[in-house]
């Protein structure tokens, strides 16, 4: 079973439209959890951090469930510059040399 | 200017050439991680270094090497490249050494082809 795990997609949606991702992780050590955004060909970027049980950032919100060892990135309002793959990456705090990376899903927003 | 840069942005190279792929950051962090991707698959770790004098090895090292000449520096070389090594490559840091938190911040990435 892989560390993280993500569903591919592509989820295409139109413009102002809520949509969520969900990532599922198998260690049930994990401490930290990271949504990045990556555009074709482009380098990721940290889109939020999750330490405790959820974040919010403007038309952004994360949440973490640990019984059920998943996190979720819903995204309201969505944009046509949301449009890009959404990388998870889950590790253990304090233990910088391990960081599992989901293989991403993608977003497309359509006007 | 970007806190993390790459060079060179794309190589193509043919098999059995030593080739070295450099990684400078102005972000004063102490650990450094070089990735490669591959399409649909998720990132892997080559090789990470907390500080110059700490270097370890990832989950996919085998025919890559590494040195860190300086806090900010660190290459990557592929002493006899061959054409499963074509993949996009990310350099990223992580924070000082007294530092908890474990974001990354990655550089643009190299396209290498190895013909």
């Known amino acids: 079973r892989k560390e993280v795990e993500q569903d591919p997609g592509p989820f295409n949606v139109p413009e102002g439209a809520t949509v969520a991702f969900n990532c599922t992780y198998s260690?049930?050590?994990?401490?930290?959890f990271f949504w990045y955004r990556q555009d074709c060909r482009k380098e990721p970027k940290l889109l939020m951090s999750?330490?405790?049980s959820g974040n919010e950032d403007g038309r952004f919100t994360a949440q973490l469930n640990r019984a059920s060892q998943y996190i979720s990135l819903l995204i309201r309002d969505s944009k046509l510059s949301d449009s890009a793959t959404y990388l998870c990456?889950?590790?253990?705090?304090?233990?910088?040399?391990?960081?599992?990376f989901g293989s991403g899903t993608k977003l497309n927003v359509k006007p | 200017d970007a806190d993390v840069t790459q060079t060179p942005r794309n190589r193509i190279t043919k098999t059995g050439k030593r080739i070295m792929l450099e990684c400078s950051q102005t972000?004063?962090?102490?650990?450094m991680y070089w990735y490669r991707q591959d399409p649909g698959l998720g990132l892997q770790l080559i090789y990470y270094?907390?500080?110059?004098?700490?270097?370890n090895k990832g989950e996919i090292s085998d025919g890559y090497s590494v040195s860190r000449q300086a806090q900010a520096k660190f290459s990557l070389s592929l002493e006899s490249a061959i054409p499963n090594q074509t993949a996009l490559y990310f350099c990223?840091?992580?924070?000082?050494?007294?530092?908890?938190?474990?974001?990354?911040?990655f550089g643009p990435g190299t396209r290498l082809t190895v013909l």
């Open positions: 990456v889950v590790s253990p705090i304090y233990n910088f040399n391990k960081f599992y």
């Open positions: 260690n049930s050590a994990s401490q930290s």
């Open positions: 999750v330490y405790s």
């Open positions: 972000k004063g962090h102490d650990r």
């Open positions: 270094s907390f500080d110059v004098k700490d270097i």
């Open positions: 990223a840091t992580g924070g000082t050494s007294d530092s908890a938190y474990n974001e990354q911040f």
